[in-house]
Protein backbone atom coordinates (compact mmCIF):
# COMPACT_ATOMS: atom_id res chain seq x y z
CA UNK A 1 0.00 0.00 0.00
CA UNK A 2 1.40 3.59 -0.55
CA UNK A 3 0.40 7.14 0.44
CA UNK A 4 -0.37 9.80 -2.26
CA UNK A 5 -0.84 13.13 -0.47
CA UNK A 6 -3.19 15.91 -2.05
CA UNK A 7 -3.41 19.62 -1.03
CA UNK A 8 -6.29 20.57 -2.12
CA UNK A 9 -6.56 24.78 -2.04
CA UNK A 10 -7.39 27.73 -4.23
CA UNK A 11 -4.95 29.83 -2.20
CA UNK A 12 -1.75 29.45 -4.21
CA UNK A 13 0.12 30.88 -1.47
CA UNK A 14 -0.70 28.05 0.68
CA UNK A 15 -0.28 25.32 -1.85
CA UNK A 16 3.26 26.10 -2.22
CA UNK A 17 3.75 26.19 1.66
CA UNK A 18 2.30 23.14 2.42
CA UNK A 19 3.93 21.56 -0.36
CA UNK A 20 7.07 22.83 1.01
CA UNK A 21 6.30 21.92 4.76
CA UNK A 22 5.29 17.93 3.51
CA UNK A 23 8.85 17.45 1.47
CA UNK A 24 10.89 19.76 3.52
CA UNK A 25 9.09 17.38 6.78
CA UNK A 26 9.45 14.00 4.89
CA UNK A 27 6.24 13.69 5.16
CA UNK A 28 6.13 13.00 1.15
CA UNK A 29 8.12 13.28 -0.93
CA UNK A 30 5.84 14.92 -4.20
CA UNK A 31 2.35 15.77 -2.56
CA UNK A 32 -0.14 16.49 -5.81
CA UNK A 33 -2.29 19.95 -5.45
CA UNK A 34 -5.14 21.32 -6.77
CA UNK A 35 -7.41 24.43 -6.85
CA UNK A 36 -10.85 22.28 -5.98
CA UNK A 37 -12.15 19.29 -4.92
CA UNK A 38 -13.57 18.59 -8.37
CA UNK A 39 -9.90 18.43 -10.00
CA UNK A 40 -8.79 16.31 -7.02
CA UNK A 41 -11.78 14.04 -7.50
CA UNK A 42 -11.10 13.86 -11.36
CA UNK A 43 -7.31 13.15 -10.27
CA UNK A 44 -8.60 9.90 -7.57
CA UNK A 45 -11.16 8.43 -9.86
CA UNK A 46 -8.38 8.66 -12.49
CA UNK A 47 -5.77 7.47 -11.02
CA UNK A 48 -5.37 3.88 -10.65
CA UNK A 49 -5.97 3.07 -6.61
CA UNK A 50 -4.94 -0.20 -6.23
CA UNK A 51 -2.94 -0.39 -2.94
CA UNK A 52 -3.47 3.65 -2.45
CA UNK A 53 -4.34 5.43 0.13
CA UNK A 54 -4.89 8.80 -0.32
CA UNK A 55 -4.15 11.49 2.12
CA UNK A 56 -6.10 14.71 1.46
CA UNK A 57 -5.58 18.46 2.99
CA UNK A 58 -8.48 19.91 2.19
CA UNK A 59 -9.98 23.42 2.37
CA UNK A 60 -13.41 24.20 2.82
CA UNK A 61 -13.62 27.34 1.17
CA UNK A 62 -13.19 26.98 -2.90
CA UNK A 63 -14.60 27.87 -6.15
CA UNK A 64 -16.26 25.24 -8.42
CA UNK A 65 -16.61 22.18 -6.04
CA UNK A 66 -15.88 23.32 -2.35
CA UNK A 67 -14.66 20.87 0.68
CA UNK A 68 -18.54 20.13 1.83
CA UNK A 69 -19.02 19.06 -1.81
CA UNK A 70 -16.19 17.26 -2.17
CA UNK A 71 -17.13 15.10 1.16
CA UNK A 72 -20.44 14.62 0.03
CA UNK A 73 -19.24 13.15 -3.19
CA UNK A 74 -16.27 10.86 -2.08
CA UNK A 75 -18.73 9.51 0.83
CA UNK A 76 -20.61 6.98 -1.22
CA UNK A 77 -17.99 5.47 -3.68
CA UNK A 78 -16.29 2.59 -2.84
CA UNK A 79 -12.64 4.51 -2.62
CA UNK A 80 -13.85 6.02 0.87
CA UNK A 81 -12.44 3.30 2.28
CA UNK A 82 -9.06 4.82 1.32
CA UNK A 83 -9.41 8.25 2.13
CA UNK A 84 -8.15 10.42 4.70
CA UNK A 85 -8.89 13.51 4.96
CA UNK A 86 -7.70 16.31 7.29
CA UNK A 87 -9.52 19.41 6.98
CA UNK A 88 -7.00 22.32 6.75
CA UNK A 89 -8.62 25.73 6.84
CA UNK A 90 -8.81 29.22 7.95
CA UNK A 91 -12.51 29.07 9.42
CA UNK A 92 -12.69 29.31 13.39
CA UNK A 93 -16.80 28.45 12.86
CA UNK A 94 -17.09 25.88 15.25
CA UNK A 95 -19.84 24.65 13.30
CA UNK A 96 -17.41 23.63 10.61
CA UNK A 97 -15.42 21.71 13.24
CA UNK A 98 -18.24 20.29 14.28
CA UNK A 99 -19.88 19.49 10.80
CA UNK A 100 -16.48 17.82 10.02
CA UNK A 101 -16.93 14.58 12.65
CA UNK A 102 -20.47 13.89 10.20
CA UNK A 103 -17.74 11.94 7.56
CA UNK A 104 -15.86 8.93 8.33
CA UNK A 105 -13.15 9.98 6.35
CA UNK A 106 -12.42 13.28 7.87
CA UNK A 107 -9.33 12.69 10.69
CA UNK A 108 -8.27 15.86 11.53
CA UNK A 109 -9.27 19.77 11.42
CA UNK A 110 -7.00 22.02 11.68
CA UNK A 111 -6.49 25.94 11.01
CA UNK A 112 -4.15 26.70 8.57
CA UNK A 113 -1.11 27.31 8.03
CA UNK A 114 -0.01 24.00 8.17
CA UNK A 115 3.27 23.33 9.84
CA UNK A 116 6.03 20.65 11.04
CA UNK A 117 4.36 20.24 14.46
CA UNK A 118 0.87 19.42 12.68
CA UNK A 119 2.86 16.85 10.05
CA UNK A 120 4.47 15.11 12.92
CA UNK A 121 1.32 14.79 14.42
CA UNK A 122 -0.50 13.70 11.45
CA UNK A 123 2.19 10.52 11.76
CA UNK A 124 0.44 9.24 14.49
CA UNK A 125 -3.17 8.60 13.33
CA UNK A 126 -3.58 4.85 12.85
CA UNK A 127 -4.90 4.98 8.92
CA UNK A 128 -1.18 6.63 8.07
CA UNK A 129 0.99 5.00 11.05
CA UNK A 130 1.58 1.89 8.36
CA UNK A 131 3.08 4.63 5.87
CA UNK A 132 6.05 5.57 8.50
CA UNK A 133 8.22 4.03 10.49
CA UNK A 134 8.71 6.67 13.64
Known amino acids: MSLEVLV ?10 HKMMITKNGFHPSPFSFKNGKDALDFILEDDPKD ?7 DINMPVMNGWAFLEAIHPLPIAKQIVVVIVTSSIDSRDKEKSTEYPEVIGFVEKPIDFAKLNELRQFKELKPFFHS
Do not use: A, R
Request: aromatic content about 12%.
Open 52 to 58: KTYLILL
Open 8 to 17: VDDDVVIVFH
